[in-house]
């Protein structure tokens, strides 16, 4: 039992080039998020996925793109990288029954991005 | 909008003694509240959770928070602190299965 996955572990990019951060989960979650982390600012949602099939923005989802492949994998797209989304990047899944208020999630251990 | 806020961002004790690492939130309606731990280049984990009944809760490692409605606060609280406690705490408050974060709080524990 994996948890909660995701890769590439680090990355370089340079501004305007594009990538595709993988996620995956072995619980049987439901729901699936992706945040980003950088310092004195806590964790921010950029999108998530409530259940397959579906996605909805969170708090700063501008420069990104997702796409919930299936019911275990939830992807995050940088389209056209900025110095801006440097950041680490954390995927989280809860839910497997209940409501989603109730339940802890999950979190891979991230993915730290540098835009040069 | 409900928000958490984490007053201190670092916070320093000796091992053996107490520690308290402070939480404080505003919502509407009831507060879901969680606590979660970082290790460096680690992702979060969860420690424990306030959701109803006892006001003081106890999760992983030997925390506990105790949650006041009056005062509006979900103070994490450990009697009796270790090196390997010295992390990076977040609270969190579940707002309709979506976590808003505070901005977490470094907390050292020196020998």
């Known amino acids: 039992n994996a948890g909660v996955t995701q890769t590439p572990k680090f990355q370089v990019l340079k501004t305007g080039q594009s990538m595709t951060l993988q996620c995956a989960q072995d619980?049987?979650?439901?729901?699936m998020y992706w945040y980003r982390q950088d310092p004195g600012m806590g964790l921010r949602l950029i999108y998530y996925?409530?259940?397959?099939?579906?996605?909805d923005k969170g708090e700063v989802p501008n420069g990104y793109n997702v796409s919930r492949l299936n019911k275990r994998e939830f992807s995050l797209r940088l389209e056209s990288a900025a110095p801006s989304q440097t950041s680490v990047y954390f995927c989280?899944?809860?839910?497997?029954?209940?409501?989603?208020?109730?339940?802890?999630?999950?979190f891979g251990p991230g993915t730290r991005l540098t835009v040069l | 909008a409900q928000s958490v806020a984490q007053p201190e961002d670092q916070v320093n004790v000796a091992e053996g003694n107490p520690l308290t690492v402070k939480c404080t939130y505003s919502?509407?309606?009831?507060?879901?509240l969680f606590w979660y731990v970082q290790y460096p280049n680690r992702g979060l984990q969860f420690l424990l959770k306030?959701?109803?009944?006892?006001?003081l809760v106890k999760g992983s490692y030997g925390f506990e928070a105790e949650f006041n409605k009056s005062q509006t606060s979900f103070h994490l609280k450990k009697p009796s602190a270790l090196v390997s406690d010295s992390a990076l705490y977040f609270c969190?408050?579940?707002?309709?299965?979506?976590?808003?974060f505070g901005q977490g709080t470094e907390l050292s524990v020196k020998p």
């Open positions: 989280a899944s809860t839910g497997t029954s209940g409501m989603l208020i109730y339940n802890e999630q999950f």
């Open positions: 619980m049987n979650h439901n729901s």
């Open positions: 996925s409530a259940s397959e099939g579906t996605t």
């Open positions: 919502v509407s309606g009831n507060p879901y």
């Open positions: 306030y959701i109803t009944g006892d006001n």
């Open positions: 969190a408050v579940n707002q309709g299965g979506k976590l808003i």
